[in-house]
């Protein structure tokens, strides 16, 4: 059977999914919404930090922390108006009071003048125990008051869960606005709630894939602006790049290993859409798969032994599972007719995938030792899952009121956020890794 009509329908798919100059222009921020319940969250109350006397600061900092906390799905907030009392110091903290008005913890802080900008001082309590849990002092210039904000929301999430936060990492993603000769579409670095975008790449010809490298300097992905895809990786703080896949055929789906030295990708030189690795040192190409199926859509495991692919060798698309120097491959994927673009958990315990569920593309989990799954969204096209870097959320796109946005559900359930910007529609998003 020819194989013409499937390279080209992958093609088109993705160029679906929607290339390259750098762009040091701040782009339209993300807008974030709060979404699902939040019946497990704790309580937990960020008091408005105090300020001295005559100074202003930049950002509200505990509207900040609240929303970072908030967004996780772990904590609701207190509502400002529902407090008793706003203490800004250790001395006029009375726990009793918060307990009566049943919170589990409370954050108090006060923002001072110092020789840089800004000295921010935080603390920590556990309501119920009575006592400090913590006390920190930050240093932050003018311009970096939003990231303070975002380590103090890290250093309160992880004292309570034990878990490294993630209000301090990034997310990259790709926007389109208009069609035909007067198309844009961009290739965006934000931080993780939204704020801060830049755009990294923009061009009237698709883009497609981001991927971050293990220590958050760059991101692989796939641009058309030649009119054919082609593989590049970009470094964000200089915005030089570099072609590293232009063969004939497909050049998709990159994916970084682990130690960031090698890049997996799905090439068809050689006639059928295969998974390969490219040495980004030694430029040593391997090809990994050899069958008469498309496999696509690799993903390295976090120790970087084995890597996952979609691939319609079974008759549908399922996820498979084989060494990282090749081999066979094993089907892990069990349940539905069509599961795609998976991607690992941090521990290894678990993908995010696509699932088809009565003709509805969904979001799911699916723990890789026992066989479980579990979606996670409810949307009728969901797509391009990226888990959040301590494991604790899925990042995907899907459609609300007709456009295409960014979601994040919790992986225990509860809270989620939906992003979306001004204009234009968004997609492929793409969590970063703790930057190292």
């Known amino acids: 059977m020819s194989r013409t009509p499937r390279l080209l329908r992958l093609l088109l798919v993705a160029a679906l999914s929607l290339s390259g100059i750098h762009l040091a222009v701040a782009a339209p921020r993300l ?26 600061p930049p950002v509200d900092v505990a509207a900040i922390v609240s929303a970072d906390l908030a967004r996780t799905g772990k904590f609701r907030p207190m509502p400002t108006r529902d407090m008793l009392d706003m203490p800004s110091r250790h001395e006029d903290v009375d726990l009793r009071d918060w307990s009566l008005l049943g919170v589990n913890n409370l954050v108090i802080g006060r923002v001072e003048a110092d020789s840089v900008g800004f000295r921010v001082s935080v603390s920590l309590y556990d309501v119920f125990r009575g006592n400090e849990l913590t006390s920190e002092t930050l240093i932050s210039t003018k311009n970096g008051m939003r990231a303070t904000a975002h380590r103090i929301a890290d250093l309160v999430y992880e004292k309570l869960t034990g878990q490294k936060g993630v209000a301090s990492t990034r997310i990259a993603y790709i926007t389109s606005t208009g069609s035909g000769d007067g198309l844009r579409v961009t290739l965006r670095v934000a931080d993780a709630d939204g704020y801060n975008p830049q755009t990294i790449v923009s061009s009237g010809e698709p883009i497609m894939s981001p991927a971050w490298s293990p220590d958050g300097r760059r991101l692989a992905y796939v641009s058309f602006e030649n009119k054919r895809p082609a593989i590049y990786v970009q470094e964000l703080s200089s915005g030089r790049r570099e072609l590293v896949a232009s063969y004939p055929g497909i050049n998709g789906s990159p994916a970084f ?3 960031g030295v090698r890049l997996a990708m799905t090439l068809s030189k050689d006639g059928n859409p295969e998974i390969y690795t490219l040495n980004m040192l030694s430029r040593e190409l391997v090809r990994l798969t050899d069958h ?3 496999d696509t859509e690799p993903a390295w495991s976090p120790d970087g032994r084995s890597i996952i692919f979609t691939s319609d060798r079974g008759g549908s698309p399922q996820i498979y599972r084989m060494s990282a120097s090749g081999g066979a491959a094993q089907r892990i994927s069990i349940d539905g007719d069509y599961n795609g673009r ?6 290894g315990s678990s993908v995010a995938m696509v699932t088809r569920i009565n ?24 797509e391009s899952p990226s888990f959040a870097p301590n494991g604790s959320m899925v990042i995907y796109a899907t459609i609300h009121g007709g456009r295409g946005v960014l979601a994040a559900a919790s992986v225990e359930g509860g809270g989620g956020q939906r992003l ?12 970063s890794p703790f930057m190292r």
């Open 292 to 294: 008469y199926a498309i």
């Open 257 to 259: 290993s682990p130690d």
């Open 420 to 431: 979306s910007q001004d204009s234009g529609q968004v997609r492929e998003p793409a969590w």
């Open 342 to 347: 998976a991607s690992y958990a941090p521990d």
């Open 359 to 382: 003709g509805s593309f969904r979001i799911a989990v699916l723990d890789t030792q026992r066989g479980i799954t579990r979606l996670l969204s409810s949307g009728n096209l969901d």
């Open 31 to 56: 807008n974030i919404q709060i979404t699902g319940g939040v019946e497990a969250a704790q309580p937990i109350a960020v008091v408005p930090f105090g300020v001295s006397e005559g100074l202003i």
